[in-house]
T-cell receptor, first 116, second 109 residues
């Protein structure tokens, strides 16, 4: 069974440009999460999809970040325009389970974003 | 809000036992995760505790005390490949997971 995949693995862009990250969850997982780890800090929650609906987007830093999950399969996270502080590793995770219960979240390998 | 504390770094000897502690304060609690993360890789699931007590899984065990806001991860028969960061994480409402900063464990010969 394929795990969570993310594309690209690395992205280097200049301040002001746009970048789109993609996540393909494990097939059949309704729950999809985005996290970010900035250098030296802890992994921080960004948002949670249940199928195509945003269940919780309380961790999104500002309106330069837009996440979508059309059709409830893969998800994209767009940063527009990118700022220096957006640099970090963006992880995607997916899980089974009903809302309100904790279930194992399977993580993707992450996308390392560098904004110059 | 949530707050998670765990030691920044630990060193232990190959073949020994090491205990990594995690204390937390939270307003909403479903359970506590432990994840292992090797440098440059994705976190991988180790354990999930919902009820108080010790859960054993091979060389790894995890303990939870909800009343004390305390958990630990116990690694036995340490191997060099166990050198990694160990992340304590809380599962709150709607499966939102909050991570601690992680404990970097170095296993030495």
């Amino acid at each position: 069974e394929a795990g969570v995949t993310q594309f690209p693995s690395h992205s280097v862009i200049e301040k002001g440009q746009t970048v789109t990250l993609r996540c393909d969850p494990i097939s059949g997982h309704d729950n999809l999460y985005w996290y970010r780890r900035v250098m030296g800090k802890e992994i921080k929650f960004l948002l949670h999809f249940v199928k195509e609906s945003k269940q919780d987007e309380s961790g999104m830093p500002n309106n330069r970040f837009l996440a979508e999950r059309t059709g409830g399969t893969y998800s994209t996270l767009k940063v527009q325009p990118a700022e220096l502080e957006d640099s970090g590793v963006y992880f995607c995770a997916s899980s089974q389970g009903r809302t309100g219960h904790g279930y194992e979240q399977f993580f993707g390998p992450g996308t390392r974003l560098t904004v110059l | 809000g949530q707050n998670i504390d765990q030691p920044t770094e630990m060193t232990a000897t190959e073949g020994a036992i090491v205990q990594i502690n995690c204390t937390y304060q939270t307003s909403g609690f479903n359970g506590l995760f432990w994840y292992q993360q090797h440098a440059g890789e994705a976190p991988t699931f180790l354990s999930y505790n919902v009820l108080d007590g010790l859960e054993e899984k091979g060389r790894f065990s995890s303990f939870l005390s909800r009343s004390k806001g305390y958990s630990y991860l116990l690694l036995k028969e340490l191997q060099m490949k166990d050198s990694a960061s160990y992340l304590c994480a809380l599962s709150g409402g709607y499966q939102k997971v909050t991570f601690g900063t992680g404990t970097k464990l170095q296993v030495i010969p």
